[in-house]
């Protein structure tokens, strides 16, 4: 009896310790012998130089007394490194991998309790992206924010930077004064510092991905008490509007999963080049300003990211392997807020979306490729490839159907103990497997699911959830009348949201002929639609039809916004005919320049 609780003993010390050791293969950092608990930055915003200057100081745990420390940095330069305050340290600085950059290699005692690292970024740091006046909303005033998922956060601190490392964290950041700061920590505020110095602490642990600032022409409109919006003056109030249902959104959050951990929840809207729809930044989430839709029709973003605050945030993806822990959960936390806020025929419409997405982004990927497997091998490559629907809204299904064959209830309960009881902390797929099978033990249940092949085995499963909307089956009656003659203006669609729309567009026969394309636009408008989303169904459309009306408004959109996941469509649709190709390179090279890294690294193979 006593030797098999020695033995239980061992086996989960030795578990534990597995768990910090996970090896991340994006990251160089020794974070196994030592690990940063705390990272203090001193940094001047140039404008002119387009660099992030000054110091980055690390607390260190030297857990294995270790003589020296590894971080990550990418096109850094580092002028220096001193170690507790005082004397210099010893440091070489690798050869640049083209996607990983440049380990730091500083020699430490096993006493040191401090590094300092005096360095400034490169102006083409990739989490950095520096903007010209002319590309904001206000055209006066510059404006700097950061993306530092997956592993971008290198290129603009020396740190740990890989998911499975958390440290807190604290910042001077000196800019001009007529420029407000921001970051994902606490001491936001809106308000301008005559002398242009901005303060932030953030005292909850987190990985260095979540590491965010901007500097702009920014106000601030509190939308509840532990709220509001952040953008530029001539935005603010539109996202204010659009945002109007955010308390309610957290309250509906909280009630599922849990306490909200991080004190306030906030959101930046940036200007238009922002490569993403959101990014989970903790405290305030950076947004793409093409969700101000003027109707709150695409506010699952704002569920979504702040979904985050439990699953990502708080629980975190160990590697970047490991990314449909953050974001397959929350898809599926997403839709619960939503369905809790806007009610299950709102929700259904998002699942049937999510679905069709996803068997297209199989059929595309195929069926059997290794990508669309849940658990990634994104060893040698960049964690962006990992980036697609099968994280997504495979992961989004697979919990869907965890929850269906669970039932409700004991799924929730599990969701908030698992949220609650590895709260700031990594985890990897087998860990999180090792939970779930703890948790549930019905093997019957279990196998009907067939774990192993959601996680480990490519294409989708036949045992899918297959959601059904009678919102979108009064669509296809439209698209059915249509098809069978019913002129557009005859059409019943007085009552349609955005999601109808973008189901209607998405279902139409894959060809259409020229005039049925300008007679829907005669009826609907579509070409000078101000909702993003249903532009980019469009223009889609238009392309595959010649329709050249749409082509001036298409180039304008193109010119405008950078948001990736809208304009790589359209590019990938104009390359298919050699007119196309030739429209397509002309607009690119024009747009290019105003598009973040993050889209260019995608774009470039495209249109090339
Ligand atoms: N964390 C992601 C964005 C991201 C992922 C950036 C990987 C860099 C690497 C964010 O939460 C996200 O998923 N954004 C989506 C929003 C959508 C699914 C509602 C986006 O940007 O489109
Ligand atoms: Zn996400």
């Not at 822990?325 to 999510?354: C, D, Q, W």
């Not at 101000?530 to 082509?551: D, P, V």
Request: proline content about 6%.
């Amino acid at each position: 009896m006593k030797l098999t609780a020695l033995l239980l003993l061992f086996t989960l010390t030795l578990n534990a310790q597995k768990k910090t050791m996970t090896p991340d293969i994006h990251s160089y950092a020794n974070s196994a012998d030592v690990t940063v608990t705390h990272i203090s930055l001193d940094l001047t915003a140039d404008f002119e130089a387009k660099t992030l200057s000054g110091t980055a100081t690390l607390d260190l745990k030297n857990l294995k007394k270790s003589s020296t420390l590894v971080l990550d940095t990418k096109g850094l330069s580092v002028e220096g490194v001193t170690l507790d305050g005082t004397s210099a340290a010893k440091y070489t600085i690798g050869e640049p991998h083209a996607i990983f950059g440049a380990p730091l290699t500083i020699t430490i005692t096993p006493k040191t309790k401090q590094v300092t690292v005096k360095y400034s970024t490169s102006p083409s740091a990739g989490a950095l992206q520096w903007l010209e006046p002319s590309q904001t909303a206000g055209k006066t005033k510059p404006f700097l924010f950061t993306q530092s998922q997956a592993i971008l956060a290198r290129t603009w601190v020396p740190c740990m930077d890989g998911p499975g490392v958390r440290f807190t964290y604290s910042a001077v950041i000196r800019t001009r004064p007529d420029l407000v700061a921001v970051m994902s920590a606490a001491g936001n505020s809106g308000t301008k510092s005559a002398e242009g110095v901005y303060r932030f602490e953030m005292k909850q642990p987190i990985p260095s991905y979540l590491l965010a600032l901007a500097v702009g022409d920014l106000e601030f409109r509190p939308l509840g008490p532990r709220s509001g919006v952040y953008a530029e003056p001539s935005v603010v109030e539109k996202g204010a509007y659009e945002f109007a249902d955010l308390e309610k959104m957290i309250a509906a959050a909280e009630e599922l999963y849990g306490p909200y951990r991080w004190e306030r929840y906030d959101l930046l809207v940036l200007p238009p080049s922002f490569p993403f729809g959101g990014m989970e930044n903790p405290r305030i989430t950076f947004a793409t300003p093409t969700i101000l839709a003027g109707d709150r029709s695409l506010v699952a973003l704002v569920a979504h990211e702040l979904a985050h605050s439990w699953s990502g945030n708080l629980v975190t993806n160990a590697t970047w392997n490991d990314f449909w822990l953050n974001e397959g959960f929350t898809v599926y936390f997403e839709h619960r807020i939503m369905e809790k806020v806007y009610g299950a025929p709102y929700a259904e419409m998002l699942s049937v979306l999510t679905l069709k997405d996803l068997r297209g982004t199989i059929e595309e990927m195929g069926a059997a490729n290794p990508d669309t497997r849940l658990k990634l091998d994104l060893s040698g490559r960049d964690p962006d490839e990992g980036v697609t629907d099968i994280a997504y809204n495979k992961g989004y299904f697979f919990l869907r159907l965890c929850e269906e064959t669970f039932g409700r209830p004991a799924w929730d309960d599990f969701l908030k103990k698992y949220f609650n009881d590895n709260a700031f902390h990594p985890m990897t797929t087998e860990s999180f497997l090792a939970i779930f099978h703890k948790h549930f033990t019905d093997t019957a249940k279990k196998n009907a699911i067939g774990i192993d092949a959601w996680i480990y085995a490519p294409g989708l499963p036949a045992n899918c959830p297959e959601p059904r909307s009678d919102e979108f089956t009064k669509v296809t009656a439209q698209i059915d009348a249509w098809n069978a003659g019913t002129p557009p203006s005859r059409l019943v669609t007085a009552d349609w949201t955005t999601h109808h729309w973008l189901y209607f567009l998405r279902n139409l026969p894959a060809e259409l002929r020229l005039e049925k394309v300008i007679e829907l636009d005669y009826a609907f408008n579509f070409t000078r639609t101000g909702n993003a989303e249903i532009a980019c169904e469009w223009f889609q459309r238009c392309i595959k039809s010649g329709y050249e009306t749409a082509y001036g408004p298409m180039r304008n959109y193109l010119m405008n916004v950078g948001r990736r996941k809208l304009i790589k469509p359209l590019y990938t649709e104009l390359v298919k005919t050699p007119t196309g190709l030739a429209w397509a390179k002309e607009v690119y090279a024009k747009a290019r320049p105003g598009y973040h890294s993050v889209s260019t690294n995608t774009l470039d193979a495209i249109v090339k």
